[in-house]
């Protein structure tokens, strides 16, 4: 059973850091994308960022360019997003994606995602 898991969320200061992990399970996402997405209350869930399987293209959206950071680990199968200068509008559920067919697209559209964790809490206090 494949299975991906969030982990590393939590409360933080506006201006904080924190660094979220996905630990994919069941089978080997190294030759897939994967990407971070997120909801916040009353709102659809969203784009974040996205990878290639090796690393070597990442996509951001606009609001957190320059501040969040995805990277992964393919030999943990495990990918990771590093946000930094967190915000309150940064606060939402955030939920980790992995794209079941392999290859070098690089999607931003969560339909384009098969696989989802369950995902971690993000809260940013003012």
């Known amino acids: 059973q494949v299975q991906l898991v969030e982990s590393g969320g939590g409360l933080v200061q506006a201006g904080g850091s924190l660094r979220l992990a996905c630990a994919a399970s069941g089978r080997t996402f190294s030759n897939n994308a994967m990407g971070w997405f997120r909801q916040a209350p009353g709102k659809e869930r969203e784009f974040v960022a996205a990878i290639s399987w090796s690393g070597g293209i990442t996509y951001y959206a606009d609001s957190v360019k320059g501040r969040f950071t995805i990277s992964r680990d393919n030999a943990k199968n495990t990918v990771y997003l590093q946000m930094n200068s967190l915000k309150p509008e940064d606060t939402a559920v955030y939920y980790c994606?992995?794209?079941?067919?392999?290859?070098?697209?690089?999607?931003?559209?969560?339909?384009?995602?098969?696989?989802w964790g369950r995902g971690t809490q993000v809260t940013v206090s003012s």
């Open positions: 994606a992995a794209r079941s067919r392999a290859g070098t697209v690089v999607p931003r559209g969560e339909y384009e995602y098969s696989h």
